[in-house]
């Protein structure tokens, strides 16, 4: 029953997505300027560690990679280009307070910004907040992104975590901290995304509206094809029953083959969509 309601809902919050309407760049509701410097950058990269990286790629990613059929993601080895791109998102959308973390395990400093992070009350930031941290403490997702953990928003330290060489996960998950940032009840609307299987659902469809209007917008047609085809199975996995980010129920491995179909035939109907207008500017 419940893999019958996900498999007829996720068209309805998936495919209600228009390319059409104007992008709306972020104004966060409670920003303070961060003190970045040379020690404390808004962008940091791990250390690259190659037989770390290629156990973490090769081995543990493989779940993820086979479940969304895409081998980019969890790669833990992200192009210079790939990060300028979510770099400009970043700044476009004025999430100057927001950290950003490519394929980093720190956490020192994750535990100092959960601490300082003066947008979410303390019983959140020292229960669930904590928790999180507890949880990315010990299971690295420097090694283990893919099968526990992999690429997300952290609302408790208000930074985001990239382990995928994948433009459309980047800003996916910079629509997630943009979405956020605009909330006036931030610790509220943390404490629901923390909520497994239901409290991400909207979170989740907010944030990929938001990746597919920002390629709408800069026009890039390949990037919307690609949202199509990845975003479309990820969301169902989430309406089949995953927890948060930390792990995959058996129903999302079985919800994800209708979440393909349909993201695959969302994209080819985008990708015909234009081939047709490009004949007709032809004329």
């Known amino acids: 029953m419940k893999l019958l309601f996900a498999i007829l809902l996720f068209p309805c919050l998936i495919g209600c997505y228009s390319l059409e309407k104007k992008y709306n760049y972020g104004e966060s509701f409670q920003s303070s300027p961060a003190n970045w410097d040379e020690e404390n950058p808004q962008f940091e990269s791990g250390k690259p560690y190659e037989g770390l990286d290629d156990i973490g790629d090769y081995i543990f990613s493989l779940p993820s990679k086979l479940i969304l059929w895409n081998r980019d993601i969890s790669s833990h080895k992200i192009t210079e280009e790939n990060k300028l791109i979510l770099k400009q998102y970043i700044l476009e959308n004025n999430l100057r307070a927001v950290k950003v973390r490519f394929n980093q395990y720190s ?32 299971l690295p997702e420097r090694l283990f992104a893919g099968l526990i953990g992999g690429d997300h928003y952290n609302p408790f330290s208000d930074t985001i975590h990239i382990y995928s060489n994948n433009v459309v996960v980047m800003i996916h998950e910079g629509g997630h901290a943009k979405d956020f940032s605009q909330r006036e009840a931030a610790t509220l609307y943390s404490a629901i995304y923390s909520i497994p299987i239901i409290g991400t659902l909207y979170h989740e469809a907010v944030a990929s509206d938001d990746a597919l209007s920002y390629f709408a917008e800069k026009g890039n047609d390949k990037e919307i094809e690609e949202s199509y085809k990845l975003l479309i199975p990820a969301y169902s996995t989430y309406l089949g029953g995953s927890f948060g980010y930390i792990l995959q129920s058996p129903y999302s491995i079985v919800a994800v083959i209708p979440g393909h179909t349909y993201g695959r035939y969302k994209a080819r109907k985008f990708r015909n969509r234009e081939e047709d207008n490009n004949e007709r500017s032809k004329d």
């Open 107 to 138: 956490p020192g400093g994750e535990l100092q910004r959960i601490v300082q992070n003066e947008k979410i009350h303390p019983a959140a930031k020292y229960t669930v907040g904590l928790f999180s941290w507890l949880i990315y403490s010990i």
